[in-house]
Every structure is written in structure tokens, then in C-alpha cells.
């Protein structure tokens, strides 16, 4: 039974069309990547998805069933802009969010602490929340969407403005949560994160979906056309007729050919003119070429660059 | 029911728990009582204390009189130079100028035999009502003290006609009141409503803006409905009014019986329930009122403009006071307290004063219950979008829109 069904919803504002038919189904025990650029539709989906507005028409479905206010206790939610309050006590903070979700006062004591012993962030326990840095504070937002063992777990940009020691800390226990069947839906402008975690993605541009399917599907639908060289000497080889982009970094070069075969004809000719070779890797695109290229597609090329920023 | 169960709590407790509540229930009713028993004492014990000049005419007799009632009058200790009439006019302007006299009176003789003088009075600013009016009284009671001992009236016969008559007033059940309290007990009452529902309905308010500036309502709104916290709100907020209230009222009662002053006060049982009813019914109206405007705002500086919808009411109800205390049951007091922004202050007055019909409360009680339901209606669908639609000030058509969208 899927977790979330959204089938063709759309979603107008004023004369805005932030969402366009966009259908999507989360099976349980998924690590699902809602990729996007900025103003995509990608809040307007997951607020949808949530019942925090209607869509204009389509239908959403939560645990195999019509959306129903009821079904929100099974759903854990990080909105994209985080807000505590400031003058509570992260405790009581908990124990309060805890509660509106259906726990028990004791229960959501219980897990708060447990939590907060998991994401080491036990001394901030009895302090005000305005008392605490920016990530304590995402952190404790964290554990608020998860506190009643939610079975989908819906976070919007949840790493942004981490450092790179919490923001793994995070990531693994996202990870553990798939592992125990839970369904995770993020969105994120971070590929190196969608292309380590995820399991399948969608991406939108302009409130359409543009891509969809699972991580591997993605990838393996595009030609291993790229080329990662690490060399010294010699630097003629990368304007070989194969090459259709080159970018030297000066010794480390990305190469995009026109076909799969061209490599090794690349190779050869570097070999040829005596340059060193240190790496010679042939690969498919990473998720970040794909992303751009497809959302350039949907805006036309001069249009988006000012819009994607992955 | 939970969740607003829960969301009161939280407001309520949160607020409790504050300094300013704290310094708020103690020092409000220090200042306030503080104030009003100076200001009282300052008018019952202040006596006109100026330095003046009277010149002499051709009654030195009268000057005399008229010196000795402004030194030792009933209500006067003012220093007192007798002058001879030949001193010029600008040398007791000149003494005025430099802070030695505060004013000087001429006696004008009267022209004809059998008339009264005149006066002629000139004070160092004619805005000192208190002191020319100090000099009229005494003036009045001299020249008629002069005029009774003409006629042969002996002077502690005078003394008792001059003294002002005693009014003693009666509540309908013989039983002698005393007018004055219970007028002040109706005013405190009327002044602690309208301070106590401006304040904490702003509270709403600054609440619900407070969510939008911190964020925290999209998380909320992720389990609970808009209607919920709305109500969630307005009953933990109103809870904190309650309260403090409650501790002036219980600490206001205690003094009173304390100092033996609670017997002329004639507080009854259903005047006290009227107003915990009017309190009760005005506070949620306005509250619901601030919810709207607070879900329309998004900063302090917009709501200062918006609020003046909550102040206009509440002033109307001000001005209306003076009618009402002076004729409770006119058709003017009977229709503005059937207003249903103005009646739990207008008809909780009118109770506190004279009891109006059955009707005419049972009507005002209906009407503002009514009025709740229709701007709570308003206020969550306004709540419901406005609240998510952060970032720029709605204009009234996009409000109309939001009311349609449900």
C-alpha cells in the first residue's frame, strides 16, 4: 500500500500556477528526493500533500485512503522555514509539539529525551530556545517532526544551514528511519545528498514534473558520456573531435563526449602525445548535470540561468 | 477540544510564568489607586494658598472682611495685603512680575446706595479658575454676612444660614447608600473592563503575529486546525486576563473590608455576575476582532495602524459614559447599549446602576453572542489563509477573496 498518492493536482494562486498536474506515489520504506529549483512548487506540493491547503483539482491520498485530518498524527513535518518559540524551554517545547501529535505528556518526556541523547544535544534540554545556535535549533525541529514515530516523515530543505559533521548526523538517522519501513520525503537543491540517499526522485521545474523514477533508473536512462581525467603534460588531447565540452581545472578535467564509444579514442590520443594520465574515468552524468540540464530544458537556456543555483 | 485544550494551556502558562505579568498585577492597581487617592486627597485637603493683594476702596471695613475669609475661610489659607487705594496699578503689576504676589483685587464702591461693590480682579494668569473662583465664593459669603448683620441677623445665626444642606441619599430599600461608591465602584468596574479587553486582546493579537514572525504555526498547523488555535488562543490569553483581574478584584475586597469601607459600597451578587457575564462576552468579541486583524498583519507596526477598529468602539463606549451615569434608562442609553461592541461595557454599566429590564439584557447578552459567532466565522477563514500567505499586507478584495475560501 503506498504511503502518498497524489494524482494530477494542481494548484493556483491568483494568477500563479504553482502546481500543474503533478502526480507522485511514496511506497513505504522509501528515501524519497523532491528536486526542484527555487520557486518550483516544491512547498506548494508538500503543503498539499499535508492538507495545510486544498489543491484546486486532483486528487491526495495518505495510507491508502482520501486525505483526512485524522491521518496527520501518522505524519511527521519539518517546514522549510523552522520556528520554535523562542522564550520555551526546549523541553517543554517538546513535550508541547509532542502532545498536539496525540502523546502522552509522559511519552513525549520520554522520547524528547531520548531524542536529544541521540542528536547530542542533551545540555540545551533546560534551556530557552533563543538561548541556542541556528543548528540546535534545527536539530530540536528535527525531533519535533519525529517525536510520535510518524510513518511518514516529510522534511523541506532539512539540512540546509548545518555543518557537514551534523548535517551527516542527521542524514544517517533519516537513513535509520528508511531502514525501520518508514517512508522520508525531503526536497533539497544539495544533489550530493539526493544522489547518496535517495531511492527514487521527482523532479519539478515550474510546478511540472519533469523527471521521476527511481535513483538508478535516472541515471542509467543517460549515456556514460563523462569523463573525469586527472593528467600532467601535454593538454591537446582534450580538443580531440570526440570532446564535445572540456573544463581543465589545470591538470583535472570534466569532459562531456558526444557518445560512449569516444572515450577511448581520447585516451588513445592522450596516450599518443605522451601525456600522463594519472585517472582516466569514464561515467554517467551526476544528478546535478542531469537536474540542470532538465530544468534548463523546461525554462529555455537563457531563462534559467539565473534560476538554477544546485 | 484536546489541542485547544492543549494550546490554551501553553498560552496561558507561558504568560503566567513572565516578569511583565508579574510587575503588571502588582504595579497597575499601585499606580492606579496610588494615583487616584492623591489626586482625592490633593482635592479634599488643597486650599487655595496665594499671595494677594486687595486694595483698599472706601470700605476699609470690607477689606478687612474679605482678608481675614481668604486667611481663615473654609476652603482658603491664602496670605493677605491690605493696600492703600492711592498704590498704583503698576506697582502691584510689577510685584506680580517679579513673584512676590500671585494676583490683586480692586473693590470697585458701588454707585448707587444699596448696590454691591464690584470686584476687579486681576491674577498673574487667567487661567487659574481654582483661585479666582476660591475669591468669588469667599466674596459672596462676606457680602452676605455684611448684608445679614444689616438686617440685624446675629452672626452665628448668619454662619448656619450660609452652611450648605446635607443630602442624604436612600437606596429604594431605606437602607442609606452611599451614592458616591457606588458611582466609583460602576466607574472602576467600566475603566478595569475596557483597560483589561483592550490589553488582552491585543495579546491575541501580538500572539498570532508572534507565530507568523517565528514560524511556528506552519508546524502547528501540520496537526491542528486553524479554528483550534484560534480558539486555543483566545481562551489562554482571556485566562490570563482572567486572572489578573480575579487577583485585583480579591485584593481590592480584602483592602476594602480591611479598612471598613466595604459597607457603603453596595457591590451585589448579580452586579458581580453581570460583570464576570459582560467580561466574559466582550472579551471574546474583541479578541476574536484582534485574531482577524492579527492574522491580517504581519509586524507590531501594522497592527498600531489596524488597531484603531478595536479603539473606536471602545472610545464611543467613553464618551457614552457621562449620559448614561447621568440618565441610565433614557432611549439614547437603551439604544447604545444594545451595540453589541459597546454593550459588555455599556450595559454592565447600566446594571451597576440601576438595574434595566430582563429584556433589554437578555436582548444585549443575544446579541453580542451572535456578533462572536459571526467575527469568529470571519476571523478563522481570514486566520485560515492569511496566516499562510506571509510576506506581503493583503488589500480588501484579496480579504473578501479569503472569506469566500473555505
Known amino acids: 500500500m503506498p504511503i502518498v498518492e497524489l494524482e494530477k493536482i494542481r494548484k493556483v494562486y491568483d494568477t500563479k500556477v504553482a502546481v500543474e498536474g503533478l502526480s507522485l506515489t511514496i511506497e513505504p520504506g522509501t528515501m524519497f528526493g523532491l528536486l526542484g529549483p527555487n520557486g518550483s512548487g516544491k512547498t506548494s506540493t508538500i503543503r498539499m500533500m499535508i492538507g495545510m491547503t486544498v489543491p484546486d483539482s486532483g486528487t491526495v491520498r495518505l495510507f491508502g485512503k482520501p486525505f483526512d485530518r485524522k491521518a496527520l498524527h501518522r505524519v511527521g513535518y519539518l517546514p522549510e522555514e523552522r520556528g520554535l518559540y523562542k522564550k520555551m524551554k526546549v523541553i517543554d517545547q517538546l513535550v508541547f509539539l509532542g502532545q498536539l501529535h496525540g502523546l502522552s505528556e509522559t511519552t513525549a518526556r520520554s522520547r524528547s529525551l531520548a531524542w536529544c541523547e541521540r542528536v547530542e544535544i542533551t545540555e540545551a534540554i533546560e534551556k530557552k530556545t533563543e538561548e541556542l545556535s541556528k543548528g540546535m535549533q534545527q536539530k530540536i525541529q528535527f525531533i519535533a517532526a519525529l517525536l510520535h514515530e510518524p510513518e511518514l516523515i516529510v522534511m523541506d530543505e532539512p539540512f540546509s544551514g548545518l555543518d557537514p559533521v551534523n548535517a551527516e548526523l542527521l542524514q544517517d538517522t533519516l537513513i535509520d528511519l528508511r531502514k525501520e519501513g518508514k517512508a522520508v520525503l525531503f526536497s533539497t537543491h544539495r544533489m550530493d545528498q539526493v544522489e547518496k540517499m535517495c531511492d527514487e526522485i521527482v523532479l519539478i521545474s515550474r510546478g511540472k514534473l519533469v523527471l521521476s523514477g527511481s535513483m538508478r533508473e535516472v541515471k542509467s536512462s543517460y549515456e556514460r558520456n563523462r569523463v573525469h581525467v586527472v593528467f600532467s603534460g601535454d593538454e591537446t588531447f582534450l580538443r580531440n573531435a570526440e570532446v564535445e565540452e572540456a573544463k581543465n581545472y589545470s591538470g583535472v578535467a570534466e569532459l562531456k563526449l558526444h557518445s560512449e564509444a569516444g572515450a577511448q579514442k581520447v585516451l588513445a590520443e592522450a596516450m599518443a602525445r605522451g601525456t600522463v594520465i594519472h585517472r582516466f574515468e569514464v561515467k554517467e552524468p551526476t544528478l546535478e548535470e542531469i537536474f540542470i540540464e532538465r530544468v534548463r530544458a523546461s525554462f529555455g537556456d537563457e531563462e534559467a540561468r539565473g534560476i538554477v543555483d544546485a | ?406
Open chain 2, 1 to 406: 477540544m484536546h489541542n485547544v485544550w492543549l494550546i490554551a494551556k501553553r498560552e496561558y502558562m507561558e504568560r503566567i510564568k513572565t516578569k511583565g505579568f508579574l510587575i503588571a498585577t502588582i504595579l497597575i492597581p499601585l499606580l492606579m489607586g496610588g494615583g487616584l487617592f492623591g489626586v482625592a486627597t490633593m482635592a479634599s485637603k488643597a486650599k487655595a494658598t496665594s499671595h494677594i493683594a486687595v486694595v483698599v476702596g472706601s470700605q476699609p471695613q470690607l477689606a478687612e472682611d474679605i482678608k481675614k475669609e481668604l486667611e481663615n475661610g473654609k476652603d482658603s489659607k491664602m496670605t493677605v495685603d491690605v493696600v492703600p487705594a492711592s498704590t498704583a496699578h503698576a506697582v502691584l503689576d510689577q510685584r506680580i512680575a517679579n513673584n512676590q504676589l500671585d494676583a490683586y483685587l480692586v473693590i470697585v464702591p458701588a454707585t448707587t446706595v444699596g448696590e454691591r461693590p464690584t470686584f476687579d480682579f486681576t491674577p498673574r494668569s487667567t487661567a487659574d479658575i481654582a483661585t479666582s473662583t476660591t475669591i468669588e465664593d469667599a466674596l459672596h459669603r462676606v457680602l452676605m454676612r455684611e448684608y445679614l448683620a444689616g438686617k440685624g441677623v446675629s452672626e452665628p445665626e448668619a454662619a448656619a444660614l450660609i452652611e450648605p444642606v446635607t443630602l442624604n441619599v436612600m437606596e429604594k430599600n431605606g437602607k442609606h447608600g452611599d451614592s458616591k461608591a457606588s458611582f466609583y465602584v460602576a466607574y472602576i468596574l467600566f475603566l478595569l473592563m475596557y483597560m483589561v479587553v483592550l490589553l488582552y486582546g491585543m495579546n491575541v493579537a501580538r500572539s498570532i503575529i508572534e507565530e507568523k514572525t517565528s514560524r511556528v504555526f506552519e508546524v502547528l498547523l501540520a496537526t491542528i486546525t486553524p479554528d483550534e488555535l484560534l480558539a486555543g488562543k483566545i481562551i489562554g490569553v482571556g485566562g490570563v486576563g482572567l486572572t489578573q483581574v480575579g487577583i485585583w478584584l480579591i485584593a481590592a475586597g480584602l483592602l476594602a473590608a480591611q479598612m471598613g469601607m466595604a459597607s457603603g459600597v453596595s457591590l451585589s451578587m448579580a452586579q458581580a455576575v453581570f460583570f464576570a457575564v459582560y467580561f466574559a462576552l466582550g472579551y471574546a468579541l474583541y479578541s476574536s476582532v484582534a485574531a482577524a486583524l492579527g492574522a491580517m498583519t504581519n509586524s507590531e507596526q501594522e497592527l498600531q495602524q489596524l488597531n484603531m477598529f478595536m479603539m473606536i468602539p471602545l472610545f464611543f463606549s467613553l464618551l457614552m459614559l457621562q449620559p448614561i451615569v447621568t440618565n441610565p434608562n433614557s432611549m439614547l442609553s437603551r439604544i447604545v447599549s444594545q451595540i453589541p461592541f459597546c454593550a459588555p461595557l455599556l450595559m454592565n454599566l447600566r446594571v451597576s446602576i440601576s438595574m434595566p429590564q430582563p429584556w433589554e439584557i437578555a436582548l444585549s447578552i443575544g446579541l453580542i453572542v451572535v456578533t462572536i459567532y459571526a467575527v469568529l466565522w470571519v476571523s478563522s477563514r481570514i486566520y485560515r489563509v492569511g496566516i499562510l500567505m506571509y510576506g506581503k499586507k493583503p488589500n480588501l478584495p484579496e480579504i473578501l477573496r479569503w472569506l469566500k475560501y473555505s
